[in-house]
């Protein structure tokens, strides 16, 4: 995949010309899913911190590794001694009722219904059933592909979500770009070979530098077509 910037007064230097776009051509987009198209942060950190206090494990440790990693290493790494896979069915199903605060995030539908159907896919550290949850909810299009924590053996950091994100697409993954939140998925989609926007909205945009390009807002995120059929977008 190419990343070609627009130079619009010719003599610009590069350092003003990356403040204003950067464009990626791409054959395909793959979404990480909360904290990217769903805002679902302060009902994960509840869910996380409650479960936490019942195991009596300190809620800070718990946090420090939860944003955009399955549940299931979560567990294996704080809690090795107990049935990973009972408090995971527990976790994601409480997520799944829990909607206060949960909302779309802004321009998130907007965004894709702007990639053609089969061109796009979620790839989320959650469950099927939690992701098809929460996409629904908020009216957002369940992709005809979407990979989910119960269709890999290794998350997130691991390439294998992203990876399987492209197979499913049947484009090569040097030809997707992923929108991701996380550094995990910032490390899972650089070394599938992909480009990575990240937005900034779990973590701050200093934490996000190993990203091709950060947003503050999917709205700086523009896609288009271009000539040759190849997805083309925009970041500001």
């Not at 791409?26 to 994960?44: H, I, K, M, N, P």
């Not at 800070?60 to 049935?83: C, F, N, Q, S």
């Not at 005809?144 to 294998?160: L, R, S, W, Y």
């Not at 480009?195 to 700086?220: C, R």
């Amino acid at each position: 995949m190419q990343l070609r910037r627009l130079y619009p007064h010719g003599s610009a230097s590069l350092s003003v010309i990356k403040k204003r776009m950067t464009i990626f051509r791409c054959a395909a987009v793959l979404f990480d899913l909360d904290g990217v198209l769903v805002d679902s942060t302060r009902s994960v950190e509840r869910q996380w911190r409650a479960w936490a206090r019942e195991q009596g494990i300190d809620g800070d440790k718990v946090m420090a590794v939860a944003h955009g990693v399955r549940t299931i290493e979560v567990i294996r790494t704080v809690a090795p001694d107990l049935d990973a896979e009972a408090e995971v069915r527990k976790l994601e199903s409480r997520e799944a009722d829990d909607r206060d605060g949960v909302i779309a995030m802004p321009g998130a539908i907007e965004l894709v219904h702007a990639i053609p159907a089969g061109r796009w896919c979620v790839v989320t550290s959650g469950t099927r059933l939690l992701a098809s949850a929460r996409l629904r909810l908020f009216g957002i299009p369940v992709p005809k592909f979407m990979i989910t924590a119960d269709d890999v053996v290794n998350g997130k950091p691991h390439p294998e979500p992203y990876l399987k994100g492209a197979e499913l697409l049947g484009v090569s993954p040097q030809q997707c770009l992923v929108i991701e939140d996380a550094p995990a998925g910032i490390q899972s989609a650089h070394t599938a070979g992909m480009k990575v926007v990240a937005l900034a909205s779990t973590y701050a945009a200093s934490a996000l530098n190993e990203a091709d390009g950060v947003v503050e807002k999917l709205a700086q995120v523009q896609v288009g077509l271009d000539g040759a059929g190849k997805l083309s977008v925009s970041v500001s």
